[in-house]
């Protein structure tokens, strides 16, 4: 009997998966002796979505971007006809001798799954396809077999850091919530995911939500608590509603709720949803937020593990530590350790997005290089383009240049280049992306996103952005550079969480590898990458210009002249770099250099 | 007040939260979420009705709503589009995608269309990165955006709100 497995995470659903699932339905349905349809979650390669897997017994295939279309020629070649469809669109097969192929096998070949083994594997919707992949064994083990002290020994020792960003060693971590007294104790799960350009915890989350709880149930044990909230982000609308479907399962079968798995042990978990504010993955806004007040920071100590959610002790997680959780119990630390540096064992998984081929998810071990990343998993850039550089770690990270693209990406030699390890999100920039305006956005972001309790995070950032924002308009001032970088300092000395004490990590990285495009920008007036509107010379492509008069009517100076089918011309010296033409034209004709 | 919201409309997720709710800490914030479900936004009368309830004051609920981006006092478009401005999106052309909109639109991101059609909002990210830019016209999600794409779009969806008002016109 054939399976065939739909991709059904946020990512596959946009490109149109419910289109291809719905006709696959409709078409088992027609031969039910034949085959089973299922769903799964992110598989990983997000730039093939929708991605339709057809497996039996070993042996996998996996098809990209089947439209409702193409599903039907699938069906009937591949499903009733035992034929393989050997073309482009074959991204992925695995036979029973283990060999790999496909136009992408290389994309997953070169990963090391452990957060992600399941991911894109069972449905996540099915706690039994959970159990029956080894799921809730480690849970198991910890109840029934091991003490608390064993536990946070064993975690001690796998060398697991968190995978939030931080990098703080989980065992440790657990140690101090479990040495506090206390009647009440609770384990979070920290899934506000929201650095822009960071989707693996979403992924995890839609694709193995029970790996999670599993994870939470372990801590929980290790630390004593009776009670856990995940806390995730509202705009992760499917996300919340597996693991609303994986609480409610995993109740039916006891490994929530009272004396669990015939332990004696007592825990429950229940899901907060955010509404929506960056800082709330700061631990101690989180907590604010659950307690249904304005998530601003606190000052420590205490620390949460003395005195965190509703003053009693907490231990708080990110998702992708929860998930490594139950691996390394089932696996032992040994095997864990096995991958990764010797300080950053075991694996991450980064986001990879922008200018990359393959943009989508990779797990691999702590200690690849970013050239690796890019270019042996991603692909490359797009359109052929040059690599400039890697942005990792969001609004609180920083720009890595392409010299150093042989940096090892672990929690020592990331925060070496001014970056951070951050959450996992790697954004990659190609020549036309420019490193004073990506500063802006990330600026942008810090300042709209600060709770305002610190004044330097609050007034400080404001500040920034208006040099900024003045740079990108070509009205710098030789000061500005020097002016930015007080700044810098002063925001993050004077700020009380992580959010303040990082927002300028982007300025500073910016002006350290690039600081002849701030130049440019004050003195020259010109944006070297051709982004800053205002500073370059907007042009029409001869070639793609179809003489449609569009731009020259939206021209709001008449600064276009051409006639009726024939190629349209901009003059420079009248152009007032509105951009009106640029988003009128329907056929990219409107340049900028 | 608790008595007349118990017996007003118990049935209706918003009411019969607020109706369920037991004192228990940290309410506050579902009860603002269920209410913006019920209503589209957060009108002043359901701050009212939760502040009557929980005992929290109207002032600390306001500062609570304007904290959060999620939350809306104003009521919305008819279909709500949120332009991604997350960093894969900013640097595949986000800015230019949400200039077309708002040049289609007439409108300014945070804004409503006159006819109370469309409204532009900007989201951090919408965790589609190998899709963008990106933008979400409610719960549907539209990627590998051009200018010229994006306004085919929403002229699709005033084309479907014109040709439903047409059709409810001539049955009535």
Known sequence: ?593 | MKGVIKTAAKNESFSYRLWKYEGAPGELIPLLQSAQEHFGYIPRRAINYIAGVTGISESDIYGVITFYSQFRLQPMGKYVIRACAGTACHVSGAKLIRETIEDELGIEVGDTTEDGLFTLNTVACIGCCSLAPVIMINNDTHGRLTPASVRKIIRNYRKKAVEKTDSIASTS
């Open chain 1, 1 to 593: 009997m054939k399976r065939i497995i739909v991709g059904m995470g946020t990512c596959g659903l946009s490109a149109g998966a419910q289109a291809t699932y719905n006709r696959l339905e409709e078409l088992a349905e027609a031969n039910p002796d034949v085959c089973m349809l299922s769903r799964t979650g992110c598989i990983g390669m997000c730039y093939r979505e929708p991605l339709v897997e057809i497996r039996e017994g070993d042996n996998r295939i996996i098809y990209g971007g089947v439209t409702s279309e193409s599903a039907d020629k699938i069906f009937s070649k591949h499903v009733l006809g035992n034929e393989i469809i050997d073309d482009d669109n074959l991204v992925y097969g695995c036979g029973s001798d283990g060999k790999t192929f496909g136009s992408e096998c290389e994309f997953l070949d070169q990963q090391e799954r452990i957060v992600l083994r399941n991911c894109g594997i069972i449905d996540p919707e099915s706690i039994k396809e959970y159990e029956d992949a080894g799921g809730y064994e480690g849970a198991r083990k910890a109840l029934n077999e091991m003490t608390s002290e064993e536990i946070i020994q064993t975690i001690k020792d796998s060398g697991l850091r968190g995978r939030g960003g931080a990098g703080f060693p989980t065992g440790l971590k657990w140690s101090f919530a479990a040495a506090n007294e206390g009647e009440q104790k609770y384990v979070i799960c920290n899934a506000d995911e929201g650095d822009p350009g960071a989707f693996m915890d979403r992924s995890v989350l839609e694709g193995d939500p029970h790996a999670i709880l599993e994870g939470m149930i372990v801590c929980a044990k290790a630390i004593e608590a009776t009670f856990g909230y995940i806390y995730c982000r509202a705009e992760y609308p499917l996300a919340i509603h597996r693991l609303e479907i994986a609480i409610l399962e995993a109740r039916e079968r006891g490994y929530l709720g009272t004396n669990i798995m015939d332990s004696g042990f007592d825990f429950d978990l229940k899901i907060k949803q955010g509404a929506g504010a960056f800082v709330c993955g700061e631990e101690t806004a989180l907590f604010a937020s659950i307690e249904g007040e304005r998530g601003m920071p606190r000052i420590r100590p205490p620390f949460p593990a003395e005195k965190g959610l509703w003053q009693k002790p907490t231990n708080n997680n990110n998702v992708e530590t929860f998930a490594n959780v139950p691996w390394i119990i089932c696996n032992g630390a040994e095997a864990y350790s096995a991958f990764g540096t010797e300080k950053s064992p075991g694996t991450k998984v980064f986001a990879l997005a922008g200018k990359v081929v393959h943009g989508g998810l990779a797990e691999v071990p702590m200690g690849t290089t970013i050239e690796d990343l890019v270019f042996k998993i991603g692909g490359g850039i797009k359109e052929g383009k040059e690599f400039k550089a890697v942005q990792m770690g969001g609004p609180s990270g920083g720009c890595i240049p392409a010299v150093m693209k042989n940096t090892p990406v672990d929690f020592e030699s990331i925060p070496a280049t001014g970056a951070i390890m951050g959450s996992g999100g790697m954004v990659v920039m190609d020549e036309d992306t420019c490193m004073v305006s990506i500063a802006r956005f990330f600026l942008d972001f810090t300042q709209k996103e600060s709770c305002g309790k610190c004044t330097f995070c609050r007034i400080g950032t404001l500040r920034m952005l208006e040099i900024l924002e003045r740079l990108t308009r070509g009205e710098g001032e030789p000061e500005d550079i020097e002016k930015l970088e007080k700044l810098s300092v002063q925001i993050k000395e004077a700020s009380l969480c992580g959010l303040g004490q990082t927002a300028p990590n982007p300025v500073q990285t910016t002006i350290r590898y690039y600081l002849d495009e701030y130049e440019a920008h004050i003195y020259d007036k010109k944006c070297p990458a051709g982004e800053c509107q205002a500073l370059v010379e907007f042009y029409i492509e001869p070639d793609k210009c179809v003489g449609c008069t569009l731009c020259a009517k939206n021209c709001p100076v008449d600064a276009i002249s051409g006639k009726v089918k024939e190629v349209h011309v901009i003059d420079d010296e009248i152009c007032v770099k509105c951009g009106k033409c640029l988003t009128s034209c329907n056929f990219g004709a409107v340049k900028t250099r």
